[in-house]
């Protein structure tokens, strides 16, 4: 067990639809990031946060977006679905960012299924 | 941008044999160098990672070396067993306002009983 939960472990909605997965980070750590997980791409990286600011963009698609809260945990917001975002979406956490890079630690994730 | 080639995708071995397997990364100022494993239905979980003042670690049966000259890094389990069957992920980052991860794709590795 990593520390970081991850909240609906499925999730199963339509097309065009509108979800929010949402993230808790170990006790003590500041950054949240948010990874895509799929077949064809492998592991790709969307978003991190650290204590509440938006501190680095990947491939996060426009209608997707992302925010952490005072209390660190983080929210992932996936509007307008379509078939191809059905996918494994993680959240990781780690310390910081500071001057070394810090170990992310990975939540169980969340299955997206867009019917 | 960072990109990681990861190969073999698919690695099969005998129980108690060795498996090696193999990234290279493309932007030179990548530093950092972590392996996960990811069991199915699970997130991927750290077995060892590297730092760029390093050549090699070693933790019991997992090893990584790195050259950075030739920008490659390498993962070896010694006596692998069953249980050692996942996929297995390496990543690069370099700290340079952001800590993100670019990862392989991944080798699937089945030890055989």
């Known amino acids: 067990d990593s520390g970081v939960t991850q909240t609906p472990k499925h999730l199963i909605t339509a097309t065009g639809q509108r979800v929010t997965l949402r993230c808790s980070p170990r006790?003590?750590?500041?950054?949240v990031y948010w990874y895509q997980q799929s077949l064809d791409q492998g592991l790709q990286f969307l978003i991190q946060y650290y204590n509440g600011e938006e501190r680095a963009k990947g491939n996060i698609l426009e209608r997707f977006s992302a925010q952490q809260f005072p209390d660190l945990h983080s929210e992932l917001n996936l509007s307008s679905l379509e078939l191809g975002d059905s996918a494994l979406y993680f959240c990781?956490?780690?310390?910081?960012?500071?001057?070394?890079?810090?170990?992310?630690?990975f939540g169980p994730g969340t299955r997206l299924l867009v019917l | 941008g960072e990109n990681v080639e990861q190969h073999p995708s698919t690695l099969s071995v005998q129980e108690g044999d060795s498996a090696v397997i193999k990234c290279t990364y493309s932007d030179s100022a990548s530093n950092y160098f972590p392996w996960y494993k990811q069991e199915l239905g699970k997130g991927p979980q750290l077995i060892i990672d590297?730092?760029?003042?390093?050549g090699e670690k070693k933790d019991q049966r997992i090893a990584v070396t790195l050259n950075k000259t030739a920008k490659h890094f390498s993962l070896h389990i010694t006596e692998t067993q069953p249980e050692d069957s996942a996929v297995y992920f390496c990543?690069?980052?370099?700290?340079?306002?952001?800590?993100?991860?670019?990862f392989g794709k991944g080798t699937k590795l089945t030890v055989n009983p």
């Open positions: 990543a690069a980052s370099y700290q340079g306002g952001s800590e993100k991860l670019v």
């Open positions: 006790s003590g750590d500041l950054s």
């Open positions: 590297i730092r760029s003042n390093v």
């Open positions: 990781a956490s780690s310390v910081v960012g500071g001057r070394a890079q810090e170990t992310q630690y």
